[in-house]
């Protein structure tokens, strides 16, 4: 009872050792991501400028988008926001268990939309024919949306590290343990490279140009058979352990941090998916 009440006391937003009373790790955060504002509001301004006198050339947007795919990777990236609520909430709780899959959550559905984007920069680049140096339009675009995608590659990576920190013991490392560690980071970079490299492009020509199961399932039966073992190998790294492990509700604020700028990812996807697709139906 007493481990329960003391766990109970912690307050999550609020730090008396700081002057300003936030945690350090936060406001570092918070002071990244406001520079991390003007950085994507001169990449949007730039894109929205040069769009209002397109020169000769330029691709016509309306004709290249495929907005129903950029709808479904949009809302993807908003659920993967739920999902990281959750792992902070799991988190302050102290459910490790919870917080470990909404993690594992939050990275599978960033992976989707990563999956997304690499189909959607494929078939600009092949069927539609625009590129980086071709066009104005396509210069503006991929650097805008391709920072984006970087910014949500990092967010995963850094996901993923957090959800590897979940698993360390109280006592350190044996040696046994040390490699285990690795293994299991080897294994989750494994399971979400081939998911947004492989898996979800594929799944996407799968719905989107009617490539029959069959065909889908002979064309990536490697990937398919890679992802699957990944996937048993984070199972069984997951499994519940008999020691005492050096993660838990004191360990909140890390997990908030990293919530912050995914967080972040995702409001300034809206204002991207507004700004570069959506005004160009109206």
Same mark, same amino acid.
């Given at each position: 009872?007493?481990s329960h009440a003391?766990a109970?006391?912690?307050? @999550?937003?609020h730090?008396? !050792? ?16 406001a520079?991390?504002?003007m950085f994507?509001g #001169?990449l ?8 209002i006198?397109?020169p000769?050339?330029? @691709? ?6 495929n907005i129903?795919? #950029?709808?479904?990777?949009t ?7 739920l999902l990281?609520?959750?792992a902070v909430n799991?988190?302050q709780?102290?459910?490790?268990r919870s917080?470990?899959?909404m993690?594992?959550?939050t990275?599978?559905?960033g992976?989707i ?6 189909y959607e920069?494929?078939h600009?680049? @092949?069927?539609?024919k625009?590129?980086?140096s071709?066009?104005l339009f396509?210069? !503006?675009f991929?650097t805008?949306?391709? #920072?984006?995608?970087?910014h949500v590659?990092?967010?995963?990576l850094l ?14 490392? !044996?040696g046994?343990?040390?490699?285990k #560690?690795?293994a299991h980071?080897?294994?989750?970079c ?5 998911f947004?490299?492989?898996i979800?492009p594929g799944?996407i020509?799968?719905?989107l140009?009617s490539?029959p199961?069959?065909?889908?399932f002979?064309q ?9 073992a990944?996937?048993v190998?984070?199972w069984?790294f ?9 993660f ?8 908030e941090a990293?919530?912050l700028?995914? @967080? ?7 204002i ?8 160009e139906y109206i």
């Open positions: 009872m007493s003391a109970g006391a912690i307050d @999550h937003h730090d008396p !050792t700081t002057s300003t009373g936030i945690p350090h790790k936060k406001l570092l955060w918070w002071a990244f991501l520079s991390d504002c994507f #001169t949007i301004s730039t894109h929205l400028v040069y769009r006198n397109p000769p050339g330029n @691709h016509s947007p309306t004709q290249v988008f129903e795919l #950029t709808s479904f990777s809302f993807i990236l908003l659920m993967s926001s990281m609520a959750l799991a988190i709780r102290g459910n490790i917080t470990r899959t993690l594992l959550g990275v599978v559905f992976a939309f990563l999956g997304c984007q690499v920069f494929e600009f680049v @092949h069927a539609q625009m590129t980086i071709n066009s396509g210069s !503006t991929y805008l949306t391709g #920072t984006h995608g970087t590659a990092v967010g995963v996901l993923g590290l957090i959800y590897i920190r979940s698993f360390k013991p109280a006592s350190g490392f !044996t046994g343990e040390m490699l #560690t690795f980071l080897l294994v989750f494994v399971f979400a490279g081939v947004f490299i492989e979800v799944g020509q799968l719905v140009e490539v199961l069959a065909t889908f002979a990536n039966a490697k990937w398919l058979g890679l992802f699957a990944s996937c190998g984070l069984w997951a499994r519940s352990s008999a020691r005492e492990l050096d838990g509700e004191r360990n909140a604020i890390d997990v990293i919530g700028y995914w @967080h972040f990812v995702d409001i300034v996807w809206i991207i998916f507004t700004a570069v697709y959506l005004l």
